[in-house]
């Protein structure tokens, strides 16, 4: 078995099709400019997309990256979808996003990411997970749970498959081999004005439901990074908060246009999963961070990542 394999650029496009659904022509003539080859890397843990500038150019995906992203979305959806419930109804729901976040982080997406059978990466998730790891914790899950999943899933996808081809495309501009680090705002930006276009390009009924489900898709790649950091350790402490500051400066971005007002609500389900994913981790909690919660749920965000970032944890039940 090979480590990184080649990926069909039909598959590719599917992928980018789903978050910018109104600017095909404009990913057609960046595919077409910077030709890059697509390989799937499957031994990697951490990485998710990575742009390399070469000859020809190439964007590796991490497949374990890939699937502990659809895990992700999954849970995130689950905390979406009971909002407003009882307190009861929300902590089960809480509890098993628990278990699909130590499920995630296990050994059996290694194991399965490691076997030689064939992997679609623009596959729907659902069925990937139903159909190679059937029973247990995703049994819990609905169907409008699972349609959401997904799409909250392909949104934060295609925002950092995006990312990575505007840094590529950026590098190459300033030729090749220069530093990815100060142009990653640069890419951020372009990212974004993609996204806006799209959305204002949507037709009007599937407006908010876009604008929605994008928001989300960016809380939940933070979400992502963070799961990544709390169970297995930082690798780059520096790196890593810049990148925390640049994705909560694109919701900021987002957040002037929204007219729907659910930005902070948005803020508020990402605080509550960011807190499953730490006390996971044996982190501890006093009142004055549900008041901040309640209060200010940006700042509350910042809060949590920074403590995730200062590995500040104690032992305790």
Known sequence: MTQVRGISDQDIRRMLSVGFPSREELLESLLRELKPAWLEERLVQRNLFRAIVASPNRVVIGLQGMMRLQVCAYGFALIVSVRGESAAERQIAYDQVADMLEWAVGDVISYWAHTDA???????????????????????????QRTMGGALYESAASWLFCHELARLKISQDREAGSEFLPIQPEADRMVLEWLLESSSQTEEGNCRTRDYIMKCGIMLAIIWLTVEDAFRGLREPLDN?????????????????????????????????????????????????????????????????????????????
Request: charged share 30%; net charge negative; hydrophobic share 40%.
């Open 118 to 144: 064939e992997k679609v990466v623009s596959e729907d998730p659902c069925c990937v997970l139903d159909r190679e790891f059937s029973g247990g914790v995703f049994d819990c899950l609905t169907e409008f």
């Open 241 to 317: 908060a810049k990148a925390y500051a640049r994705l909560l400066g694109v919701l900021d971005e987002i957040s002037q246009n929204d007219n729907g007002g659910e930005f902070p609500s948005i803020l508020a389900l990402g605080a509550v999963m960011l807190r499953i994913v730490m006390r996971q981790n044996q982190f501890q909690f006093d009142h004055s961070d549900t008041a901040i919660l309640l209060c200010k749920p940006r700042e509350h965000v910042a809060r949590l990542i920074d403590r995730i970032l200062r590995s500040e944890r104690r032992t305790g039940p």
